[in-house]
């Protein structure tokens, strides 16, 4: 669709990123018939919900405030980057669009997919920072200069974190080092010009600078882990038992007869059966 998925897939199994320097033609002509996309004020004239400002303080999501079509542009002139988020409730193309690409991936039909679309102005970007979604950029508008690295302080993030902020309670269980002040060497730099894609892995450091006003695409992809995947099997397995239904009295003995009747049912449990409840179902 976008590319060529064998060597997409390539970089994907081994957590590389994957650079298009131009994407189809098809794929640009598609986009450009959708009358939005071709400036940020034609975007505000039709965007429905509130959009995000990222403040100048951090230039990151972890400082913003929310605002509407109306306020945005005076947030923009000033030199702040506005988010777009689940653009793709303005087109069934993109809504088409995303759960083809996740099918091409192989992650779950409880992926939630959506697109963003990021308005940078002239020197402005983000943050360093890693996100825990599989994520592909498609520039629109304007030159984007990438950063990216690999992640080696930890491995598959279960949320994002943007360098020098605190680290997550949940995160600091798994951080293998302690974070970075600055980029991560080696650092590869990509420049996106309008047509150019690029895939980021899941947990890649990355940060951002925009020349001249810069519109950009993203297909953005959150999915279960096996994690999510076998808590939710469990909690949908679970609560058919109206003793696991039962409020928590903290009683031990209790728990421990709940946990040796689980320990009885696990060696049952086959992979087969808990993706045929979790995929099948959810991918109508
Ligand atoms: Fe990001």
Known sequence: MFFDFS???TA?????PYFVPQVHSDILGALKELPYLDSLESLLEHWPGSIQVHLPDLRDEASSVDTDAECAMSYYDQGMGLLFNDAQVLSPMLEEWLPALRKEIGISALTYGRNLIYATPHGQGTAAHFDQNINFVLQLKGIKRWKIAANHHLQNPMTRHTMGQPVDPEMMTYLERPMPTQMPQPTESFDLHPGSLLYVPRGYWHSTEAEGDALALNFTFTAPTW?????AALRGRLITSPEWRETADLS?????????????DLPGWRAKDILAATEAFHDQ
Not at 227 to 231: E, I, K, Q, Y
Not at 256 to 263: A, C, N, Q, V
């Open 7 to 9: 060597d997409f897939k």
């Open 227 to 231: 994690t999510d995947l076998l808590t």
């Open 12 to 16: 994907y199994l081994t957590q590389r």
């Open 252 to 264: 031990e003995d209790k728990f421990d007869t709940l946990l040796r009747s689980l320990i009885q």
